[in-house]
Nanobody
Framework: VQLQASGGGLVQPGGSLRLSCAAS????????MGWYRQAPGKQRELVAT???????NYADSVKGRFTISRGNAKNTVYLQLNSLKPEDTAVYYC????????????????????WGPGTLVTVSS
């Protein structure tokens, strides 16, 4: 399973961005997907998650400003970032929770989690 995120960039305070993440590979299922972020000098932290059933969870710092959603393909996840603040500046990482997929021998493999390489969001005037 490979995760590829896109949509990061430079935006002014109060602006918006939309991050996208697509999981590729011979995927059978993914229990949940989410976004985490890591600011310079800080630990990686949860931003938002969404389960296969559509239940969402948000960090208190982004509630009411960010919205997570899954695409129709179910292996894609989006994060709409509104009312951005300078403290939202970070590398945002896409995360897949408990993906199940076929390996090269067409055997089902259950992984604990997978991470994407990250996309940088910079909020600055």
């Amino acid at each position: 399973v490979q995760l590829q995120a896109s949509g990061g960039g430079l935006v002014q305070p109060g602006g918006s961005l939309r991050l996208s993440c697509a999981a590729s590979g011979s995927i059978i299922s993914i229990e949940g997907m989410g976004w985490y972020r890591q600011a310079p000098g800080k630990q990686r932290e949860l931003v938002a998650t969404i389960t296969v059933g559509g239940s969402t969870n948000y960090a208190d710092s982004v509630k009411g400003r960010f919205t997570i959603s899954r695409g129709n393909a179910k292996n894609t996840v989006y994060l709409q970032l509104n009312s951005l603040k300078p403290e939202d500046t970070a590398v945002y990482y896409c995360h897949a929770d408990r993906p199940v997929y076929y390996n090269d021998d067409y055997e089902p493999v259950a992984s604990r989690e997978e991470w994407g390489p990250g996309t940088l969001v910079t909020v600055s005037s």
